[in-house]
């Protein structure tokens, strides 16, 4: 388990005086926080100079709508080799998810899937975020990195200060550069299966 650590802004203790819960930081801060916008479920994002020579006639835009084709969702799963899961199982995730978040690349009036995210939560303290993928054609450009805090963005906009993660070996340095920490003050993740 990965739990993300803002170094950019002063980390405050949650718990100040309580021993054994250090772990327990708080990475929200009143100068940095972003009011969640519930009239648009749509944000761009400005990649400047960087993107491939079509940049000027797409533009790349975030979306908290739930509302997914699935089909496109496990075209773009299928695109970075993830194992094939039941729709119906999905649907459910993404149904009781607390934050489903994609990126699309608009073209005229067409938009393609490119990313996703989303994150579970106890709606107050903890988050933890899953299934995040960007097509292959578009890594390499930036753009996960974007993906990854727009989904912090708002689950700071929610005040959700403790983020976790679960992460591959071969991308946990990705994560790193985004201040995430693997087993901070020794904490572990566990795992039950059932057997």
């Not at 969640?36 to 790349?60: H, L, P």
């Not at 963005?153 to 993660?165: A, D, G, H, Q």
């Not at 550069?177 to 003050?185: H, K, R, V, Y």
Request: proline share 4%; hydrophobic share 35%; net charge neutral.
């Amino acid at each position: 388990m990965i739990q993300h650590s803002q170094a950019e802004s002063p980390i405050q203790s949650c718990y100040p005086n309580h021993v054994g819960m250090g772990f327990w930081k708080t990475w929200f801060s009143s100068s940095e926080s972003v009011a969640t916008n519930k009239t648009t479920a749509f944000d761009e994002y400005g990649r400047g100079d960087k993107g491939n020579s079509s940049a000027g006639s797409d533009s790349i835009v975030f979306s908290t709508e739930r509302d997914i084709d699935l089909y496109e969702l496990e075209e773009l799963c299928d695109a970075v080799g993830w194992s094939r899961r039941p729709l119906r199982k999905v649907k459910k995730a993404i149904e009781h998810s607390f934050l489903v978040a994609s990126m699309w690349q608009v073209r005229g009036n067409k938009r393609r899937l490119i990313g996703f995210a989303r994150a579970t939560s106890d709606h107050a303290f903890n988050a933890t975020i899953w299934d995040v993928v960007v097509h292959p054609d578009f890594q390499g450009q930036g753009l996960g990195k974007a993906l990854m805090k727009y989904v912090l963005k708002k689950l700071r906009s929610e005040e959700i200060s403790n983020v976790t993660l679960f992460a591959d070996p071969h991308v946990v340095d990705f994560y790193r550069t985004m201040g995430f920490m693997p087993d901070p003050e020794g904490i572990k993740g566990m795992f039950w299966y059932p057997q």
